[in-house]
């Protein structure tokens, strides 16, 4: 089970820290992502962090967001800077054994998700 937290309203340049507690698994072991859907677009890959933390990031948000985690609390971490509009979205974390591609349709165990909005 994946329960995304710490969504909500934030002003354009401000941040925010998701935070995606995980059970039923050991996260050191997998590959886990933060994805987002805003309305009416498809879901994309945000970014993913493998066993090893090697970390890749969609070019939207690189410079900006920071994916990590807490393997001792099972936890997995989207820390949010500088704020867009566009970045208004529901985000999700998944996971999969392996990191091959972060591409949503890679992953297949998903939480429930977060909103995010920038205004």
């Known amino acids: 089970q994946l329960v995304e937290s710490g969504g909500g309203s934030v002003e354009r340049g401000g941040s925010l820290t998701l935070s995606c507690v995980a059970s039923g698994y050991t996260t050191s072991n997998y590959c886990m992502g933060w994805f987002r859907q805003a309305p009416g677009k498809e879901r994309e890959g945000v970014a993913i962090i493998d066993s090893d933390d090697n970390t890749v990031y969609a070019d939207s948000v690189k410079g900006r967001f920071t994916i990590s985690k807490d393997n001792s609390k099972n936890t997995l971490f989207l820390q949010m800077n500088s704020l867009k509009a566009e970045d208004t979205a529901m985000y999700y974390c998944?996971?999969?054994?392996?990191?091959?591609?972060?591409?949503?349709?890679?992953?297949?165990?998903w939480g429930q998700g977060t909103q995010v909005t920038v205004s």
């Open positions: 998944a996971t999969r054994r392996y990191c091959t591609s972060i591409s949503p349709a890679a992953f297949g165990y």
